[in-house]
């Protein structure tokens, strides 16, 4: 299993990033897929997850209203659409899968991908 995360970069405050998760490997659309990140010196935390149909999103409070979470199972590929972004959304960014449901614990995720690194200049 493979998933190949890019899309992070330098960005100023207010700004948006959108990552892209290609997955190959596993049957795509049995997956939950989700997002975490994890910046310096911190745990990594649950940002975002989709179910297997992307008929339902999940948001981690800190992102919700500003993130959009999305999935195309023809392309095997999950998004990460970043809006208003903050210097506290500074990390890398992992995206995820778990065969089971949606779980904001990493330690239950099935596979993960590389990161990419996302820094939010103010």
């Known amino acids: 299993v493979q998933l190949q995360a890019c899309g992070g970069g330098l960005v100023q405050t207010g700004g948006s990033l959108r990552l892209s998760c290609a997955a190959s490997?596993?049957?795509?659309?049995?997956?939950?897929m989700e997002w975490f990140r994890q910046a310096p010196g911190k745990e990594r935390e649950f940002v975002a997850a989709i179910s297997r149909s992307g008929g339902r999103t999940y948001y981690a409070d800190s992102v919700k209203g500003r993130f959009t979470i999305s999935r195309d199972n023809t392309e095997n590929t999950v998004y990460l659409q970043m809006n208003s972004l903050k210097p506290e959304d500074t990390a890398v960014y992992y995206c995820?899968?778990?065969?089971?449901?949606?779980?904001?614990?990493?330690?239950?995720?099935?596979?993960w991908g590389k990161g990419t690194q996302v820094t939010v200049s103010s």
């Open positions: 995820a899968a778990d065969g089971v449901a949606v779980t904001p614990t990493p330690g239950a995720i099935d596979y």
């Open positions: 490997g596993l049957s795509f659309s049995s997956y939950v």
